[in-house]
């Protein structure tokens, strides 16, 4: 039998989409959250992960007492896509998933920036020209995107006829974006209806009716 622990801090960042495949899976795993306010244990924690950072997923094949642990988001997404079916139905299909993943990390470089502006209490000034000067532009690409993908697909899904792990991450990313103010339904109707689709979704509309407030 195989055990899985997905180990990240108390927010849905980098940790989100991997916890969101094992509820669209049905697969059981232990969810462990390191409060972002305890620096103490995440600073002791931090010394024994693979690459000193989070999220990691630890797989513990209970036969052979074996254990891997895996660093990196994408790498850990990707694993779990692999082993429930969510990574693509073909090589060429696998390849537009990692390629959506890997346009998603693209934006998340100036994203953070903001996620940064705002964590450490910049100005509203300093966080707005942050999001009118880097954000804003680099979204409007990204957005442009993500049309085309679902205008040129009449599954309602970004890549193939089912949902995939690339699917799960854009619209985690428009959930956050939609916090920032960057994302308005009413004006991106093509986004707001795949978002809809996605949030919809019956093995995890439960999951994310109970999501603690914290992760909303
Ligand atoms: N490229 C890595 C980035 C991981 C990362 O930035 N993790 C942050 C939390 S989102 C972290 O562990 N921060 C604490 C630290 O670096 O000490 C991934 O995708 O997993």
Redesign the pocket.
């Known amino acids: 039998m195989i055990q899985y622990k997905l180990i990240?801090?108390d927010?849905r960042?980098?940790?989100e989409v991997s916890r969101q495949l094992f509820h669209l899976a049905g697969v059981e795993f232990e969810d462990v959250k390191i409060s972002r306010n305890d620096e103490q244990a995440?600073?002791e924690l931090?010394k024994s992960?693979p690459?000193?950072?989070?999220?990691i997923l630890k797989v513990l094949d209970t036969e052979s007492q074996k254990e891997i642990e895996i660093?990196?988001?994408?790498?850990?997404g990707r694993y779990l896509a692999n082993q429930f079916g969510y990574a693509g139905k073909s090589p060429e299909e696998k390849a537009m998933v990692d390629a959506v993943i890997d346009q998603f990390?693209d934006f998340l470089v100036p994203q953070k920036q903001l996620t940064l502006a705002v964590r450490t209490k910049k100005s509203e000034e300093e966080v707005n020209r942050v999001k009118e000067e880097i954000v804003t532009p680099a979204k409007n690409e990204y957005f442009k995107i993500l049309k085309k993908l679902l205008g040129n697909n009449s599954s309602g899904f970004l890549v193939g006829n089912g949902i995939t792990w690339a699917d799960l991450q854009i619209s985690d990313n428009l959930t956050t974006l939609e916090g920032f103010g960057l994302f308005t339904p009413l004006e991106e109707p093509i986004l707001a209806k795949f978002h809809e689709k996605i949030m919809n979704t019956p093995s995890l509309k439960t999951y994310f009716e109970q999501r603690l407030a914290s992760l909303l």
């Open positions: 990240y801090f927010v960042g980098l940790g995440w600073l931090k992960t690459f000193g950072q989070l999220p660093p990196q988001s994408s790498a850990i990390k």
